[in-house]
């Protein structure tokens, strides 16, 4: 049903802006779900590679490929289809290419065959969960959704993932692995088809003034970026060494695969409760209780600690991880005008890329150093993460209102 507001102009009635609301945060939770479950499928991709005769050299440089390659390309492919208003088919396009590149796996090419796909696909899949984010943004903004409650299905997805993908490996064979993830990758094709175009979500009368230099120009935006990857940085020697380090003190390995899903588990329920818990309070507050956490949460690895310490250290993970990635995106949400969401999610995905790597790659070097050196230079990099994203007290550099952001939005 249509009413008039004051101005004559014809509007939708409370319940259906309601239902619409609710059908494009289904669709939005749909296309998170049906990107990330490919995600545990593309962990046996090592695996694949070593079966059909590369060496482990090739396959360390092929995994570098795309950690190169996300630096170069995925800021100003972002850019470029943001300010087009072509985000949502991007996801779609992408998607469908990436399915096309992974099928030329299955002829088994030789070792220049492979480095070619690889560069191929890493320059076209590295664009879809950026672009994803970038959508979700946008849909947050429009009707006013909880990102969390939206992003949370891709969590969901990887663990459903992780525990198929074994089951049908085994099925299926190895060999199998680029069919498998290849139709798996039609799925966000496919929800992304079915949703609003970009400029279906564009608030009526929001301009489109402001060019991706304005971004690098917003202070508070690009040090709670910094902020966001340096807490996700500060992670590195955790992912690198942490099962290297539970082992030697005699875990076995069904408890450490019960630890990692540990860990996802509270991301899912920090997901589900964290911008309702935020309010219309400065997300810029969760990344830093998300920096907090991370350095409580080294700060107890650094003591080797032991099973129960261990599990509740693993708890954090909900707020270390999945605070800090919740508090960007309500920063970029915030901060950014509509039609540059997906230039900004660019920008953030090539700066955390590039602390991730350096990072990993450093990882190595400081536990050489010892254990608890290692978990204290993470410690400071996530209190270096804290300092950079403490409000200070600028104004936001947007009219949205941040109620609009949060789970009050939500139909609980």
């Known amino acids: 049903m249509m009413h008039s507001d004051d101005s004559g102009v014809i509007a939708a009635a409370p319940h259906a802006a309601g239902g619409v609301r609710d059908r494009l945060g289904l669709g939005v ?80 090419p030789d070792h220049a065959g492979r480095i070619v796909i690889v560069i191929l696909l890493s320059i076209v ?37 992780n525990a198929a993908a074994g089951w049908a490996i085994g099925v299926a064979g190895i060999k199998m692995l ?25 608030a ?8 991706w230099r304005d971004l690098v120009g917003d202070r508070g935006l690009i040090l709670a970026m910094v902020a966001a990857s340096l ?14 380090q ?25 997901f589900w409760f964290g911008a309702k818990l935020l ?23 650094a003591t080797s600690p032991g099973l129960p310490v261990l599990i509740a250290a693993q708890l954090l993970n909900g707020i270390t991880a999945t605070g800090t990635i919740l508090g960007i995106m309500l920063v970029i949400a915030t901060r950014v005008p509509m039609h540059l969401s997906a230039t900004a999610q660019g920008m953030n995905a090539v700066l955390l890329g590039a602390v991730l790597a350096v990072a990993t790659a450093g990882s190595g070097l400081l536990w050489s150093h010892g254990l608890a050196f290692a978990y204290l230079a993470m410690v400071v990099l996530a209190l270096l993460g804290a300092l950079c994203a403490w409000p200070r007290g600028e104004q936001a550099g947007s009219d949205i209102n941040p109620d609009s952001l949060s789970a009050s939005g939500v139909d609980l």
């Not at 962990?43 to 995994?63: D, H, N, Y």
């Not at 947050?140 to 939206?150: E, N, P």
């Not at 807490?231 to 290297?244: E, K, N, P, R, W």
């Not at 076995?252 to 588990?265: D, E, F, M, N, P």
């Open 29 to 108: 939770s749909g296309l998170y779900l049906a990107l990330y479950i490919h995600y545990g499928f593309f962990a046996f991709l090592p695996l694949w590679l070593k079966a059909t005769g590369a060496s482990a050299e090739e396959i360390g440089v092929l995994l570098a490929i795309p950690l190169i390659l996300r630096l170069l390309t995925v800021a100003p492919f972002s850019a470029f289809v943001g300010r087009r208003g072509w985000v949502r088919n991007a996801i779609a396009y992408t998607a469908l290419s990436s399915a096309a590149i992974i099928l030329l796996l299955l002829g088994e």
């Open 125 to 161: 899949w590295d664009q879809i969960p950026v672009l994803t984010d970038a959508y979700a943004v946008m849909a947050v903004r429009s009707r006013s959704l909880d990102f969390g409650r939206l992003r949370v299905w891709g969590s969901i997805a990887v663990v459903a993932s």
């Open 178 to 202: 680029p069919l498998m993830v290849a139709v798996l990758l039609i799925a966000p094709a496919v929800v992304a088809f079915l949703l609003p175009g970009d400029r279906t979500l564009s």
């Open 204 to 211: 009526a009368g929001e301009t489109r003034d402001g060019r």
């Open 231 to 244: 807490i996700m940085g500060s992670h590195g020697v955790l992912t690198s060494f942490g099962a290297i």
């Open 246 to 270: 539970w082992t030697a003190q005699g875990i076995s390995t069904t408890t450490i695969g019960l630890l990692q899903a540990l860990a996802v588990a509270a991301e899912i329920l920090a």
């Open 279 to 301: 309010g219309a309070r400065d997300p810029r507050w969760l990344i830093c209780v998300g920096a907090i956490a991370a350095a409580m949460r080294w700060a107890i690895m």
